[in-house]
DNA sequence: TAGTATATGTCATGTTAGCTAACATGTCAA
DNA sequence: TTGACATGTTAGCTAACATGACATATACTA
């Protein structure tokens, strides 16, 4: 789309940007700096920002002033890019250390009648 | 699916929790306080965890080694359970301002010929 | 009933993240 | 060529995060 050409093309200077985002230089070196945004440069190595790149380091503001820190916002910058990530619960715990757990503890509950929250006959659920 | 019984079912004390995650007690209620995770309870106030709970403070755990913080976590955590979350960049920059800012920015580019790093016409993308 | 395990709350502390300030040097429009 | 603007770097401040450490009270176990 049109449009997309034109949000992600490097256009603003440090200065605009500065205004634009409230940031200080540099602070917006900062984040460049932790891989937070890339901006481009000219031949003079100076940088030149894209709009979405301002959206970016709009996000970051907001997100600072929300507490997260810069590996938390990296993290989740990973996650929206790649959403489909193995970033399920990793099981550490295996089915058989579950039931060798869940046995165990149940034998101590019914020897001393403790299966306190769930009341009634919970060994149907483990054999 | 019966298996998920088993995981989401309250049964561990804190001491065995303690064990499985090698977390101290201290840490467990400082993450639950933020509200990362919500053992249940038994009548006497103590706290039962479940597998799931295990699980998720494994990758707490994990996620802090990473650097991400509290608040990290906790947002990391939202996203998961709600894929959906109107979580696009949020475009502060409406297309009449940035059509504002690309045209004033082409103005002086074109007086100065410094369309430094996409050379050529750029004129062509904005009117 | 004694003894161990938890709960909750408060105070203390080390570490470090995020930032400011200050340079000396380099770019770039006029 | 000049002055405003940017650059990378270094040094240092400050606040807060995540835990530890106690103290006291209540809950379980034997």
Redesign the pocket.
């Known amino acids: 789309m049109e449009k997309e050409w034109r949000r992600s093309m490097p256009l603003l200077?440090?200065?605009?940007v500065m205004q634009l985002t409230g940031l200080?230089?540099?602070?917006i070196?900062?984040?460049e700096e932790?891989e937070l945004v890339q901006p481009a440069r000219?031949?003079?190595?100076?940088?030149m920002f894209s709009l979405d790149d301002i959206d970016t380091l709009l996000e970051i503001k907001d997100m600072?002033s929300t507490?997260v820190?810069?590996?938390g916002i990296k993290q989740i910058f990973e996650m929206k890019k790649n959403p489909a990530a193995k970033n399920d619960t990793k099981q550490v715990i295996t089915d058989a250390q579950l039931r060798a757990i869940v046995k165990e503890e149940m034998q101590i509950a019914q020897r001393?009648q403790?299966a306190?929250l769930r009341q009634g006959d919970l060994s149907r659920f483990f054999r």
Do not use: C, D, V
């Open positions: 200077s440090m200065n605009i200080t230089a540099r602070q070196r900062y984040y932790h000219t031949e003079g190595k100076q940088r600072l507490g820190n810069i590996a001393h403790r306190s």
